[in-house]
């Protein structure tokens, strides 16, 4: 038994994945429903996982702010916030343009019982407001990542200040090497529990492949072959991007497909960064900038979200028969991008986007419930491309900020 354990810890861990990902399809296929036998494998990851989340937000941003310049945090944040912005209005382009190709939805009827509940939403403001905490544990009991942030970023600073003030500077030195023990311990606790997210993986999958069957998997084919090819194109442009800033493509993705895959099969961004954020440590990313981009990417960049809102808005107007003018994709675009943003970190929040862009170009809501029937496949390769382009705009943002470290020195 020892020996066999020794063997599995040797396997390296994206072969591990592979292999779960492709036994789960198999079991999900043969036991149908009956695969959810294997959900509490799959929950006990996402537990894991979610466990590691505030420490992992936490300890990483307080040490990344105390090596890097408060000028350059400032610099770093806005490059990050461009970006995202920027990238998803990029995704909407791609999601519009693709399914304008392909037209997914015609010949589809629209059942008139059929409904779907949609959450309100909370708008921009109020997830701005809530960048500020009320209370502290409350942030951290609701995994509020935006307060979480916030807290990061305030106590960071404040470490920093006595670390620069030679009446607290031997305090400050204290705390922070404190801070950057308890990092470092939490990255051990992640690198126990990698091993096991590949059995986590095949349970979940196996459960999610399980429930969809394959009826409702052939009657919405098309769109989600199409939303499919709209998230290769977006992964084409952010090749692109790479090569343009002489980031290695081929390294980025060694390193990401871990991350891609995981967000894939648990469909959690959020739930996820705990991987990312050790992916973006493999890929040498400066630790002041990932430990803020990246768990704020978890929460406001959903380019993976983006697509899936263009693609179901075309899909929508050709089960009803009313094709999109151009306005009204202009409309999408403007109001997805917004909707990305305003929805952050809501349950539901796949719903409330579409809903949302629905209302704005009179698209009827019932459209919403047939796109619920195979949600989980669509949310899928959609949550994957979120982290991806978490990863991406990180990545890239480091290379300018390394090109002009070389240009000043």
Known sequence: ??????????????????????????????????AAVLAPFGDLLLNLLKF????????????????????????????????????????????ITVASLFNPGEGLNLTPNESVEVPENPGVVSVLLNIVPTNIVTAFSEMNLLGIIFTALVFGIAISALRSSSETAELGEHLYKVVNGLNEATFKIMNVVLQYVPIGIFAIIAKTIGNQGIDTILSLGNMIVVLYIALAVQIGIYVIAMLFFKVKPGEFFKNARTPMITAFVTQSSSGTLPVTLNAARGLGLSKSLYSFSLPLGAT??????????????????????????????LAIVLVGTLASIGTAGVPGAGIIMIATVFSQVGLPMETVALLTAVDALVGMGATALNVTGDLVGSSVIDRTEKKSELKSA
Do not use: C, W
Request: glycine residues 12%; without cysteine; aromatic residues 10%.
């Open 1 to 34: 038994m020892k020996k066999l354990f020794r063997g599995y810890l040797d396997v390296s861990l994206i072969l591990k994945i592979t292999i779960a990902l492709l036994l789960g399809i198999v079991v999900g296929f043969v036991f149908g429903e009956d």
């Open 52 to 95: 590691l989340i505030i420490p992992l937000v936490l300890f990483t941003l307080i040490v990344g702010v105390n090596q890097t310049k408060l000028g350059d945090l400032g610099r770093k944040g806005g490059k990050v916030f461009s970006f995202y912005v920027i990238s998803s209005a990029v995704a909407m382009i791609v999601g």
């Open 300 to 329: 406001i960049n959903m380019d993976g979200a983006a697509i899936r809102i263009a693609v179901s808005a075309v899909f929508a107007a050709n089960v009803v028969g009313t094709p999109l003018s151009f306005p009204d994709m």
